[in-house]
């Protein structure tokens, strides 16, 4: 197993990583507003947005939907267009965070308390029109790392701050079962974040705080743990051209200094690795390919 750090892809606050296999571009968000992009040589592009971003979701090799505070907004790439707010979700007080595309071409966004204490955000779905919003489940207070299984008949997401990974039965574009617990995570330390899964339906998750990536068995048991370069690893997304490359991103924690509850608890003490892309080769593990966002989600107005 190797790991590659990619110096040119620092940022402060990597999150919500998205691997487009048509065009073999890592797309991944830094919070305080930047969209980067990663090909298969390294190559790094950043564009600038006035945006908060929590994830990037392609749809072209230069158009995406980004997942800001309070809702979805598209963005050229080539012409740095942003279009307005295509739609508005989550509650007062919660701000949007981690995202997927489902296999019906929405996008499904988990919501957080933004003092990530009391459980305020839901499990949302932004419909292909790109104005409907439907609360699929409430009760999160810090929600992350929505995935499914390959078959897409189990769906996983985590609440971060009570250190728990749940999964719910899923079809038709929406949970046919209440979240159940499938993995408590307290062991490990640190708290699970970004997530996703292999071809295998292994689950894997960055464990913010702990220094490793977590990659648990469809029974809930931990099957590996890879030790990053980094206490701060923050999400995880397969790529590559087959899929079996695992790209992690991480972020700086002093971000969070004086902010207390959990950052408190967790440390904002940032090590060396702390903000950069890692790329972990020869797990000898295959990815899932992450459907398309339907078109009609990333269309820019001239507004």
């Given at each position: 197993m190797d790991i590659e750090r990619i110096e040119a892809a620092?940022?402060?606050?990597?999150?919500?990583p998205s691997w487009d296999h048509e065009h073999g571009l890592l797309w991944f968000?830094?919070?305080?507003?930047?969209?980067?992009?990663?090909?298969?040589?390294?190559?790094?592009?950043?564009?600038?947005?006035?945006?908060?971003?929590?994830?990037?979701?392609?749809?072209?090799?230069?158009?995406?939907?980004l997942v800001v505070a309070d809702g979805v907004r598209a963005f050229d790439l080539e012409t740095g267009a942003i279009g307005p707010l295509r739609a508005s979700g989550g509650a007062a007080g919660t701000t949007l965070a981690d995202a997927k595309t489902d296999s019906d071409g929405g996008l499904i966004v988990v919501s957080s308390d933004r003092e990530m204490a009391s459980p305020r955000g839901a499990l949302l779905r932004f419909a292909e029109d790109g104005v409907t919003v439907l609360e699929l489940a409430g009760g999160f207070a810090l929600g992350n790392?929505?995935?499914?299984?390959?078959?897409r008949s189990r769906f996983y997401?985590?609440?971060?701050?009570?250190?728990?990974?749940?999964v719910m039965d899923w079809g038709e574009g929406r949970p046919l079962s209440s979240r159940r617990?499938?993995?408590?995570?307290?062991?490990?330390?640190?708290?699970?974040?970004?997530?996703t899964v292999d071809a295998d339906g292994n689950l894997w998750v960055a464990m913010f705080g702990a220094g490793v990536v977590a990659c648990f068995a469809p029974d809930?048991?931990?099957?590996?743990?890879?030790?990053?370069?980094?206490?701060?690893?923050?999400?995880?997304?397969?790529?590559?051209?087959g899929l079996d490359r695992l790209y992690v991103t991480?972020?700086?924690?002093?971000?969070?200094?004086?902010?207390?509850?959990?950052?408190?608890?967790?440390?904002?003490?940032?090590?060396?690795?702390?903000?950069?892309?890692?790329?972990?080769?020869?797990?000898?593990?295959v990815g899932v390919a992450e459907p398309r966002i339907v078109p009609g989600e990333v269309e820019l107005s001239d507004s």
């Amino acid at each position: 197993m190797d790991i590659e750090r990619i110096e040119a892809a620092r940022v402060r606050f990597g999150e919500g990583p998205s691997w487009d296999h048509e065009h073999g571009l890592l797309w991944f968000a830094d919070i305080g507003g930047e969209v980067v992009t990663v090909d298969e040589r390294h190559e790094v592009r950043r564009s600038h947005v006035d945006h908060a971003v929590f994830a990037v979701i392609p749809i072209t090799a230069t158009r995406v939907v980004l997942v800001v505070a309070d809702g979805v907004r598209a963005f050229d790439l080539e012409t740095g267009a942003i279009g307005p707010l295509r739609a508005s979700g989550g509650a007062a007080g919660t701000t949007l965070a981690d995202a997927k595309t489902d296999s019906d071409g929405g996008l499904i966004v988990v919501s957080s308390d933004r003092e990530m204490a009391s459980p305020r955000g839901a499990l949302l779905r932004f419909a292909e029109d790109g104005v409907t919003v439907l609360e699929l489940a409430g009760g999160f207070a810090l929600g992350n790392g929505p995935c499914w299984s390959p078959d897409r008949s189990r769906f996983y997401v985590s609440d971060s701050a009570a250190r728990q990974i749940y999964v719910m039965d899923w079809g038709e574009g929406r949970p046919l079962s209440s979240r159940r617990l499938f993995a408590d995570t307290r062991s490990l330390g640190g708290i699970p974040d970004g997530a996703t899964v292999d071809a295998d339906g292994n689950l894997w998750v960055a464990m913010f705080g702990a220094g490793v990536v977590a990659c648990f068995a469809p029974d809930g048991v931990v099957r590996r743990l890879v030790e990053m370069p980094t206490t701060w690893c923050s999400s995880v997304m397969f790529g590559g051209r087959g899929l079996d490359r695992l790209y992690v991103t991480s972020l700086d924690p002093s971000i969070f200094a004086g902010s207390g509850g959990l950052a408190a608890e967790l440390g904002t003490e940032p090590d060396e690795g702390a903000g950069h892309l890692f790329v972990v080769d020869g797990l000898e593990v295959v990815g899932v390919a992450e459907p398309r966002i339907v078109p009609g989600e990333v269309e820019l107005s001239d507004s």
